[in-house]
């Protein structure tokens, strides 16, 4: 027994379709389960490889480090938000789930995200009150994500968003 949210944003019970599932397709990367569910005609699952940036994402803790501006310079965030030696930090960790929780300076951040087929990223969280330096401006900058990449040690996340052009992180683990 279990449950995931399937695209769409409605909150469905997995099984519930596949309880109702009468055929299949597999492909080389896609598994389609054909089912008679009210709602959902079928339920489909593409193959993750072991090495896939969608997988390495989950297995770290991510410190935001810098921050790339529309010019396509690279600051740091305290470079950015104008404060040295603040203490601040900005964490966040993904969940196979696609949920990210984290830290955004001094809140708690709690979000989901999906990633979609050419490492397409959408995040969406709570809203944060602007308690510290950057903290509403991350949340806004990262309700504006559109896609990611991970090479090396290094998570690029990036925006629509007018002032900042991507999120630079770090893994802390």
């Not at 959408?122 to 990262?142: A, H, I, W």
Request: proline share 5%; hydrophobic share 30%; with cysteine.
């Amino acid at each position: 027994m279990g449950s995931t949210t399937l695209a769409g944003g409605g909150f469905v019970h997995l099984y519930d379709i596949l309880g109702k599932a009468k055929t299949y397709n597999v492909t080389t990367n896609k598994l389609i389960i054909n089912s008679e569910h009210l709602d959902y005609s079928s339920v489909e699952f593409i193959r993750v490889p072991p090495n896939s940036p969608r997988l390495a994402i989950t297995n770290h803790e991510w410190k935001l480090d810098e921050l790339e501006l529309p010019d396509d310079s690279i600051v740091s965030v305290e470079d950015y938000i104008g404060q040295k030696d603040t203490g601040l930090e900005y964490l966040v960790n993904f969940t196979p789930q696609q949920t990210i929780t984290g830290y955004s300076g001094c809140n708690e951040i709690i979000g989901h995200y999906w990633i979609y087929e050419d490492n397409g990223f959408r995040y969406t969280g709570g809203n944060l009150p602007n308690d510290c330096p950057f903290s509403y401006k991350f949340q806004e900058v990262m309700d504006e994500s559109k896609s990611f990449d991970y090479s090396g040690d290094r998570l690029h996340i990036q925006t629509d968003h007018d002032e900042v052009k991507s999120l630079i992180f770090v893994p802390t683990r």
